[in-house]
C-alpha cells in the first residue's frame, strides 16, 4: 500500500484536560486508487487528512503510525518534511477562497507552489501554470493568471486550486469536501476535472465528504467514520446492499432519494 | 475615481472646519471684540483696528469669507500679544513640530512594527515583555514618558539637554530625541500589540497553513503570507497613530520647551491670543487630514480588495 | 459574581481591586487624607517619606499623600463625566441614526465626520481658548470629540440588528420607534456600550491628565494627577522627582487596571483600541 495509517490517534489538550479526536484510525491508499473517507461534520476525517500532511494543531498530541512509500511521516521534520509535502503529496481543501492568499494574484499563487515549493525555475513555472489552467479547463488563461482571488467564483478558483495540486504529479492527493462549498452544476464540473486529472496521471486520491454517493460515484473503497473511529471499510456496492455497521445503515437512510449513482460509471450526472 | 472622491471629501471637510474654527470665536459670550480684547484696557483706535481686522461690521458670512480667501493666500491676521503676523510666527515653529512628528513616526513604524512582529513571530521572552509592555505602554501618557525619560537620561544621567531645539542638523536631532521618544512611546506599545496579533492570527489563516502545506519554505511563508497580510490591519493603525501625533506633539513640546507650533498654541490659549489659535487648529486639521487620507491610500494600494463590489 | 470572576482571570481581580482602591481614596479623601493638599509649609519641602508624611511633601511643603488622594477625585470625575456624556449622547445619536435611516442616518453621519476631522485635544483646546480653561470645560469638550467614535461602533452594531425580525415585526405591528429601540436595541448594544466606556475611561483620563498638564484643564492650587507631573517638573529637574513621578504613577496605573478590565470584558485588547 502506498499510504499506509496505523492506529493513528489525536488529541488536542484544551482546557479541563485532553480531547480526543481521533481514536486508532487504521486505513490504507493504494497506488493510484481512489478512497473514500465518509461522515458527517466532528468525524474526525478532515482531521486525518491534516495528520498526513502534518497541518495538525500546534497543541495536538499524536500517536500511531502514517507511512508514505516506506517513509515514516512522523517523524519526519524540516527540509524532509518539505520535500514530502512539494513532491509527493498535494491537499484540494473546501474554501478555496481562504487557501488562496486575497492580496496575490492567481499567477502567483500557481508560480509559488512550483517556484519556491518544487524548485522549478521562475519562467519554467510561469510557463506551465498557464498549460496547467488550460489542462483544468480553464479559457481566458491570460486573463485568469492576472486576477485576484475575489474577482473569480468559487468553481473558478477551486479548478486553479487543483492545478496547483498536479503541477508537481505527486502520488497522492488529498481532498477535503472539495465540491460542498460549490453549487451543484459547478460541483459535477469541478469532480469530473479532479477525477480525469488523477485517472490521467495515476495519483491517488484521498477523498473527504459527508455524501455518500459522491464518494460512490469517485471511490473504489469507502471507509465511514464516526467520532473519531472508523466503523466499516468496503466497497460501494458492499456498503449500500450489505451495511455492516448500524452507522452506515443510517448513513444510507439519510440520502436524499435522488440519483443513484453507480460507481462503474465513473463521475457524471 | 476613488482618489478624487476622497480629496473632495477632504476639502468638504476642510471647509467645515474652518467655518467651526472661525466661529468658535462668536461662541463666547459677549461681543467678539470684547472677547478678542479680553478685558486689557485698549484705547479706541485698537478697538477699531480690531473691528477692521476682523471685518466686524460686515454680515458674518462676508466675513468668514473674507477670512477663509486670506488663510488661503497665507495670511493668517496679526497676533494680539506680540503685533507680528501670525504667518511668520507659524513658520518659524513648523521645522521643529515637523521634525519632530516625522522622528516619532519613524519610531512608532520601526520600533512598533517591529517588535510585534518579532514578539508575533516566536513564542519566547521576547513574546512575554512585549505583551507586558504593550499592557503598560498605552497607559502611558506622552506627558509623563515626557518627564520619566528627562528624569533618567536627561536629569539623572545626562546624556541629552532637558530643553531647547538645538541648532544645525544633528543638534536637532539629538536634542529632539527624547521628545519623540516620549511622542512615540504609548503609539508604539499599541502597535507592537495589534503587530503581534495579527501576526497571530495571520499564522493561523488557512492560506499561511496551505502555502506550508504545499512545501513551501517556512521564510517564504513568513514573508509572503504572514507578515504581508498582517500588514494591512497594522498600516491603518499606525496611520491613525501618526495622525494623533498631531495632537501629541502640543504636549511633549511644552513639556521639553520646544520651539514648536504646540508651545506656541497652549501660549496663545493662556493669553487669549485668538487669531494665533484658529491659524494653528486650522493648519493642524489640515494635517491631520492629509495624514488620514495618504493612510486611506496607502491601504488601497496594499489590499486589492478595496473599491471594489466583491469582497471575498 | 462568580462569573465575573472567572471572566476577569487573576490579573482581572488585581485590576479591580486596585480600580476600587483608587475609587475608594478619591471618595473618602476628605476623610483619609491627613494633610490639606493645597497648604503646605516653606519649611517642610522635599522632605522624604516619613511616618508623618507617607510619600514626602513637596516643593511647596504640601503632602505629597494627601494630594494624591485628592487628586484622584477630579482625575476620576473628569473621565467620568466625559464618558456619561459620550456613552449618552453618543448612543442616542446612533440608534437614532439607524432607526430612521435615510436622510437623517446621512446628516448626522456628515456632522459626525465633521467631528472625526478633528484630533481630540484639538477640540478641547479650541474650546477653552473661548470659553476658559477649567475640568468642565475640558470634559465637555472631550465627550464631543468622543461622541463620533462611540457613535460609530453603536450604530455598525445597531444597523445587523434593525433589520432582523425581532425588531422588524413589532415595526410592522405599530409599535412606537422609541419603544422598541428602547426595549430590543439598547439591550443588545448595551455590552458594547459598557465595554466602550471603560476603555474610554482610560483614554479620557490621560487626555484630560494632559490638558491639566498644559494648564488648561484644572488650576492650582487645587490637586490633581496631570496638574501635579506639571507642577513637579521643575522639582524632578532639580533631583525631586517625587511628585511628577507618583503623580504619573497613579495615572498608568489606574489606566492600565481599567484597560484589563475592558479587555476582559469585551474581548478585545484595550492597547488596540484608540478612543
Request: charged fraction near 15%.
Amino acid at each position: 500500500m502506498m499510504l499506509d495509517i496505523r492506529s493513528l490517534s489525536l488529541s488536542i489538550a484544551v482546557d479541563g484536560g485532553p480531547k480526543e479526536i481521533l481514536h486508532d484510525v487504521t486505513l490504507a491508499v493504494g497506488r493510484g486508487e481512489a478512497v473514500g473517507l465518509v461522515g458527517e461534520s466532528g468525524s474526525g476525517k478532515s482531521m486525518t487528512l491534516r495528520s498526513v500532511l502534518r497541518t495538525e494543531p500546534r497543541n495536538a498530541t499524536v500517536t500511531g503510525a502514517i507511512a508514505l512509500d516506506g517513509v515514516d511521516v512522523l517523524s519526519l521534520k524540516g527540509e524532509p518534511l518539505r520535500q514530502l509535502r512539494a513532491h509527493q503529496i498535494a491537499m484540494i481543501a473546501q474554501n478555496p477562497h481562504a487557501v488562496l492568499n486575497p492580496v496575490l494574484p492567481i499567477s502567483r499563487y500557481l508560480v509559488e507552489g512550483m517556484h519556491d515549493a518544487q524548485g522549478l525555475s521562475v519562467a519554467a513555472a510561469r510557463l506551465r501554470a498557464g498549460e496547467l489552467l488550460e489542462q483544468v479547463g480553464i479559457d481566458g488563461v491570460d486573463r485568469v493568471l492576472a486576477s485576484y482571488p475575489h474577482q473569480l467564483s468559487g468553481g473558478m478558483l477551486q479548478r486553479v486550486v487543483i492545478a496547483g495540486a498536479i503541477a508537481g504529479k505527486p502520488s497522492l492527493i488529498l481532498a477535503d469536501e472539495p465540491t460542498t462549498a460549490l453549487d451543484v452544476t459547478t460541483q459535477a464540473e469541478v469532480m469530473a476535472i479532479l477525477d480525469d486529472c488523477r485517472r490521467e496521471l495515476g495519483m491517488a486520491l484521498l477523498f473527504v465528504t459527508h455524501d455518500l454517493d459522491l464518494a460512490a460515484a469517485v471511490c473504489d473503497r469507502i471507509n465511514v467514520m464516526k467520532d473519531g473511529v472508523v466503523v466499516e471499510t468496503g466497497v460501494p456496492d458492499q456498503l449500500r446492499d450489505h451495511p455492516a455497521h448500524p452507522y452506515t445503515q443510517q448513513l444510507m437512510d439519510s440520502r436524499p432519494a435522488s440519483i443513484m449513482w453507480s460507481p462503474s460509471d465513473g463521475s457524471g450526472e | 475615481m476613488f482618489v478624487v472622491r476622497r480629496l473632495l471629501a477632504l476639502v468638504g471637510v476642510l471647509f467645515a472646519s474652518s467655518f467651526l474654527v472661525f466661529s468658535a470665536m462668536y461662541a463666547a459670550p459677549g461681543s467678539p471684540e470684547n472677547f478678542l480684547v479680553q478685558g486689557r484696557t485698549v484705547t479706541p483706535e485698537v478697538l477699531a483696528a480690531i473691528r477692521e481686522q476682523y471685518s466686524l461690521d460686515d454680515p458674518f458670512f462676508v466675513r468668514f469669507w473674507n477670512w477663509l480667501t486670506n488663510v488661503l493666500q497665507g495670511d493668517f491676521g496679526q497676533s494680539l500679544t506680540n503685533r507680528q503676523p501670525v504667518g511668520e510666527l507659524l513658520a518659524a515653529r513648523l521645522p521643529t513640530t515637523l521634525t519632530l512628528v516625522l522622528l516619532a513616526a519613524i519610531i512608532i513604524a520601526v520600533l512598533g512594527i517591529g517588535l510585534g512582529i518579532a514578539a508575533g513571530v516566536r513564542d519566547g521572552i521576547l513574546d512575554k515583555v512585549v505583551l507586558l509592555g504593550s499592557s503598560l505602554g498605552f497607559a502611558v501618557p506622552t506627558f509623563f514618558a515626557a518627564l520619566l525619560l528627562m528624569s533618567i537620561f536627561s536629569v539623572g544621567l545626562g546624556w541629552f539637554p532637558v530643553f531647547g531645539s538645538g541648532e544645525g542638523f544633528f543638534d536637532r536631532i539629538w536634542h529632539l530625541a527624547l521628545p519623540a521618544l516620549a511622542l512615540a512611546l504609548p503609539s508604539a506599545a499599541v502597535v507592537a500589540r495589534i503587530t503581534r496579533t495579527a501576526i497571530r492570527e495571520e499564522r493561523d489563516s488557512e492560506h499561511s497553513v496551505m502555502a506550508t502545506a504545499r512545501g513551501v519554505p517556512a521564510r517564504i511563508v513568513l514573508k509572503r503570507h504572514v507578515v504581508r497580510n498582517s500588514m494591512l490591519p497594522v498600516s491603518t493603525i499606525v496611520g491613525v497613530h501618526i495622525a494623533g501625533l498631531i495632537a501629541g506633539s502640543f504636549v511633549v513640546e511644552y513639556a521639553f520647551t520646544l520651539d514648536g507650533l504646540g508651545t506656541l498654541l497652549v501660549g496663545a490659549v493662556q493669553r487669549k491670543d485668538f487669531a494665533v489659535v484658529q491659524a494653528i487648529a486650522i493648519i493642524l486639521v489640515a494635517g491631520f487630514g492629509i495624514i488620514n487620507l495618504l493612510v486611506d491610500l496607502l491601504y488601497k494600494a496594499i489590499d486589492p480588495r478595496v473599491g471594489t463590489k466583491q469582497e471575498s | 459574581m462568580k462569573r465575573f470572576a472567572a471572566r476577569m482571570g487573576p490579573i482581572g481581580i488585581v485590576a479591580v481591586v486596585i480600580v476600587a482602591i483608587v475609587v475608594f481614596g478619591a471618595v473618602l479623601a476628605p476623610l483619609i487624607a491627613p494633610y490639606d493638599p493645597t497648604i503646605g509649609s516653606v519649611t517642610q519641602r522635599y522632605l522624604g517619606p516619613s511616618l508623618e508624611h507617607l510619600l514626602g511633601t513637596d516643593q511647596a511643603g504640601r503632602d505629597i499623600f494627601s494630594r494624591l488622594l485628592w487628586g484622584a477625585r477630579s482625575s476620576l470625575v473628569g473621565p467620568l463625566i466625559v464618558v456619561s456624556i459620550t456613552a449618552v449622547v453618543g448612543t442616542a445619536l446612533a440608534l437614532t441614526s439607524v432607526w430612521w435611516g435615510g436622510f437623517v442616518d446621512s446628516a448626522i453621519s456628515r456632522v459626525l465626520d465633521l467631528l472625526f476631522a478633528f484630533p481630540n485635544l484639538l477640540l478641547a483646546v479650541l474650546a477653552i481658548s473661548v470659553f476658559g480653561a477649567s475640568l468642565t470645560t475640558a470634559a465637555i469638550a472631550l465627550s464631543i470629540a468622543y461622541i463620533p467614535y462611540t457613535a460609530r461602533v453603536i450604530r455598525s452594531t445597531a444597523l445587523r440588528e434593525r433589520n432582523l425580525p425581532y425588531i422588524r415585526s413589532p415595526q410592522l405591528q405599530g409599535i412606537s420607534g422609541l419603544v422598541i429601540t428602547a426595549r430590543h436595541l439598547l439591550p443588545n448594544v448595551a455590552p458594547l456600550i459598557v465595554t466602550g466606556a471603560t476603555i474610554n475611561f482610560g483614554f479620557a483620563m490621560i487626555e484630560l491628565a494632559a490638558l491639566s498638564f498644559l494648564g488648561l484643564g484644572v488650576q492650582p492650587p487645587d490637586a490633581d494627577w496631570g496638574l501635579m507631573v506639571s507642577s513637579g517638573q521643575q522639582s524632578l529637574i532639580s533631583g525631586y522627582p517625587a511628585e511628577s513621578i507618583l503623580a504619573g504613577l497613579c495615572i498608568v496605573i489606574t489606566v492600565a487596571s481599567l484597560g484589563y478590565i475592558g479587555e476582559r470584558l469585551g474581548g478585545r485588547s484595550a492597547a488596540g483600541r484608540k478612543a
